[in-house]
């Protein structure tokens, strides 16, 4: 992960993409059942956005990234709204948490996982899920029409459409979006193709 990047991104006292959380975030919590608290990964959390919007409805959080100034504010954005969350660096690439999660979370992320290293890491965030547990899942794919946003770094590799779903046979697909957004992330605006998914564990 281009952890540098994200370090620069960071290092302001403004939250780059702000204290709200991301839509995503919104929609995966609406195939988790509410009951006790539950344990949740975000993987690429930034600067704690979503983690916080997880926490303040009573999950138990991990939020994971490579840029240290992100986690930070992760922290700081959770004092600020009276909730913890735990916060932890690492890359996707070499992440190996510990324990057992119910949620396993990452928006904008999972597309810094090496192609050569998606099965091995994927195998392992699986593993690591409890029964019954849910992957939500958000990352760019490959779009003829779209070109490379003008901020995007060799770190980052599209997937191709539908190549998620192949991480995760046996599993339910409880919801699959594919859509295009507009952004101006960089300074200059581009577009985007991406998909997301929840999936549920046997």
């Known amino acids: 992960m281009n952890e540098d990047h994200h370090q620069t991104l960071y ?21 988790i059942p509410e009951g006790e608290p539950l344990r949740v990964i975000d993987i690429g959390a930034g600067e704690g956005r979503d983690s916080v919007f997880f926490a303040e409805r009573g999950f138990d959080v991990l939020a994971v990234d490579a840029a240290p100034n992100g986690l930070e504010k992760a922290t700081r954005l959770a004092k600020e709204r009276g909730v913890e969350v735990e916060v932890r660096e690492g890359d996707v690439n070499s992440l190996e948490p510990e ?41 760019f794919v490959e779009d003829p ?44 605006p581009h577009k985007h193709a991406v998909e997301e998914y929840v999936f549920l564990k046997p």
Do not use: M
Request: charged share 25%; proline share 7%; hydrophobic share 35%.
């Open 11 to 31: 290092e302001t006292n403004e939250f780059y993409w702000g204290k709200e959380p991301n839509d995503f975030a919104r929609r995966a919590l609406d195939f």
């Open 99 to 139: 324990g057992s999660f119910a949620l396993v979370y990452s928006a904008g992320t999972i597309q810094y996982l090496r192609p050569e290293n998606r099965e091995k890491q994927f195998a392992h965030f699986r593993e690591r899920t409890a029964p019954g547990g849910f992957h939500a899942l958000l990352t």
């Open 145 to 188: 029409e779209i070109p490379p946003a003008p901020d995007w770094s060799e770190n980052e590799f599209l997937y191709a459409p539908g190549e998620l779903r192949e991480y995760y046979a046996g599993w339910e697909c409880l919801h699959s979006r594919a859509f295009v957004f507009d952004d101006d992330s960089g300074g200059e």
